[in-house]
């Protein structure tokens, strides 16, 4: 079993609807991060959260603890959104800073 | 540019070739990152430096993989004596220690 399992493998949606993306993971973590990676294109990181919620423009990540868990939610959905979404965390090993990642969730918005 | 820029962008070498794969991280990022990426996969974690030390390395495939940070910097990612199994997309990022990582576009290597 991964340390980082992201869900749904595959999402196609239509311009507009919400979209949630979850992710769970079964480590110790000191952060978990949201990243976002366009077909050719390099990561760009989205989130990097502890705890709680953390919004930018029309992206949300919540973060629970106890649950070992984090979703991804977008609002507004919008073609250019259509990208590999990728779940990340920060093992909470002392000194070591690497990611774990998930298998991440390719998104698709079509018009 | 401001961002972490690795090159070459794309590398085909022929199997049994030795390849270097060279990263800039942003200027002063303490941290730096080697992920390997196969298609269709999530990143997987190769090594890591602070400064020059290489702190961990314990995602290193085989000892046919070597990377180094000599003064600190630019870091280069050596695969010798390639495989095919070693195409993937070799990506770098940096960090400020302990905080948010930038990533570079990745070096796409094709073994044939």
């Known amino acids: 079993k991964n340390e980082v399992e992201q869900s749904p493998q595959n999402l196609t949606a239509q311009e507009g609807e919400f979209i949630t993306i979850n992710c769970s993971y079964s480590v110790g973590i000191s952060a978990l991060h949201w990243l976002q990676q366009h077909p050719g294109g390099g990561i760009v990181s989205l989130f990097m959260l502890s705890s709680g919620k953390k919004k930018h423009g029309r992206l949300i990540a919540t973060i629970n603890i106890q649950e070992k868990h984090s979703s991804l939610h977008i609002t507004a959905s919008h073609p250019r959104d259509s990208a590999v979404y990728i779940c990340a965390v920060t093992t909470a090993i002392q000194g070591a800073q690497k990611l774990v990642f998930g298998q991440g969730t390719r998104l698709t918005i079509n018009p | 540019g401001a961002g972490v820029s690795q090159s070459p962008r794309y590398k085909v070498a022929k199997r049994g070739q030795d390849v270097a794969l060279r990263c800039d991280p942003i200027?002063?990022?303490?941290?730096l990152f080697w992920y390997q990426q196969a298609l269709g996969q999530g990143p997987e974690f190769l090594t890591y430096?602070?400064?020059?030390?290489?702190?961990?390395k314990s995602g290193l495939p085989s000892d046919r993989f070597f990377a180094e940070r000599p003064e600190g910097s630019v870091s280069t990612l050596k695969i010798q004596r390639t495989q095919k199994e070693d195409s993937a997309v070799y990506l770098c990022?940096?960090?400020?220690?302990?905080?948010?990582?930038?990533f570079g576009p990745g070096t796409r290597l094709t073994v044939l």
């Open positions: 990022a940096s960090s400020l220690a302990l905080d948010e990582q930038f």
């Open positions: 200027s002063g990022h303490v941290s």
């Open positions: 430096f602070q400064n020059e030390a290489q702190l961990d």
